[in-house]
């Protein structure tokens, strides 16, 4: 690949490629929704009833969370691209458990294992395409990378409802099948990946660090460009390197306010109430179509939609910036949840369907566009490359946790108060409008290595005025706020 590529034709395909780990996570996330409603799958587990099923879907999450410290250590000692490898051979094991489950037990079992494989995925992906992209593209190349999570949900309900006309138990076990062949591909051909380059300049690989840059930039090794971000690199991690190896401690200490802003950001996109769209969309639909395959050709449609979306957001994160869409999203948010609510609460017949249809579409259309790929982009940027690893684990630990929460209670919240589901969600997209406010710093056409000046912490203070970008940029630097100084 990297003979016959060169630069930006280089660096989208190995985003795109290393991205099927994404595509196994939304796929994951999105196949149980349409098992959900297959009646072979429901009389073979004996009808389990809602808080049951909200369990078979969330212990996928539970599973993500319990290895995303673990990611981290991968990542700092064996590097992006095998951490990368190791998540792609657990989930292919628990795919295969999933495939092969006769019993809820063994298949909550399978479905812990493949959490445990995304969270490896999950928190190594955005790292990995941020610290191979540049200043002016990195928004745009990993929230293309990110978009494939939602191609993979939205593939998932698409096969769902074609095995939908399977007589046999493949109806279900065959969806479950298809995102082992998937892992196995990524399994493969992450030996042919580029490591971070700066993953290779801290293990003192300065040589393949220099050819890995002069690949994704199209340019000769001696090219200005080319030595001035490996220089730009080099002087920032031996800044760090003073610093010795970070604790966990120190992440709540020092790196107390990326550590928070990682954390909040991840949790507020799933507390957006998107994961009742993800997972439950057939369930929803059913309420005003009736029972049928045609609920999970809708809920497929549903996320084209979300698909689209994140594209567009590859093309608008690196224009519009972080923050804009952030806010803008949670607005738009509110006012779509509001209304299903309402079109779920007055009963209209076939206008109350078609209401709610079109409203969950504009909704996850407007997530999409805004909070679903961006919010996995931002604690990727904010981290200094020592603590890169750790506080890209405690971001997505966060959003595996509120994801757990969403898809365990989400059943039965429906159950019980039903149209007044959608208000609980839109009050927490309230609370994200003012916290990104309040908070949120723009990153948009800053290097990494310019972020970590912006933040009065760690070994940014150093950093700002040693760095060879900064000494040539003073006054432009001393100009950006730091975190402390935004309203």
Known sequence: MKRLLRGNALLYSVAG?????????????????????????????????????GLVVAIFELGAWATTSLASWCMDKIGRRWTILVGSAVFIVGGVLQTAAVTLTQIMFGRLIAGFGIGFLSTCLPV????????????????FGMSINMLGYTASEFIDYGFTYVDSEWSFRGPLLLQVA?????????????????????????????????????????????????????????????????????????????????????????????????????????????????????????????????????????????????????????????????????????????????????????????????????????????????????????????NFAVGLFTPPLLEAIGWATYIFYAAWNLVALFVVWRWFVETKGKSLEEIEAMFADGAAVTSTTTSPRSERENDSLTEKPSVEQIP
């Open 17 to 53: 490629f290393a991205s099927l780990g994404q595509f196994l996570f939304g796929y994951d996330q999105g196949v149980m929704s349409g098992i959900l409603v297959n009646d072979r799958w429901l009389s073979l587990m004996s009808y389990p009833n809602a808080t049951m099923q």
């Open 182 to 402: 998937f892992a196995l591909i990524l399994a493969v051909g992450t030996t042919a990946l580029p490591e971070s380059p700066r993953y290779l300049v801290s293990k003192s690989k300065d040589v393949l660090a220099i050819t890995t840059l002069a690949n994704m930039h199209g340019r000769d090794e001696d090219h200005p460009d080319v030595t001035e971000e490996y220089d730009e690199i080099k002087t920032t991690l031996q800044m760090e390197a003073t610093l010795g190896q970070p604790t966990w401690k120190e992440m709540f200490t020092t790196y107390k306010k990326r550590t928070w802003i990682g954390i909040a950001v991840q949790a507020l996109g799933q507390m957006s109430g998107i994961n009742i769209v993800t997972y439950y969309a057939p369930k929803m639909y059913e309420a005003v179509l009736g029972p049928g395959n045609q609920t999970i050709l809708f809920a497929g449609f549903t996320a084209l939609v979300y698909f689209s979306g994140a594209i567009i957001a590859a093309f608008l994160v690196d224009r519009v910036g972080r923050r804009p869409l952030f806010m803008y999203g949670s607005f738009f948010m509110i006012l779509w949840l509001v209304l299903m609510a309402v079109f779920n609460k007055i009963s209209l017949g076939l206008t109350s369907a078609i209401l709610v249809i079109t409203f969950t579409m504009v909704y996850v259309g407007t997530f999409g566009i805004t909070w679903a790929c961006v919010d996995w982009l931002y604690p990727a940027e904010i981290f200094p490359f020592r603590t890169r690893a750790k506080g890209m684990s405690l971001a997505v630990a966060s959003n595996w946790l509120s």
């Open 128 to 143: 990995y395409t941020a610290e191979l992209s540049r200043a002016h593209n990195r928004g745009k190349v990993t929230v």
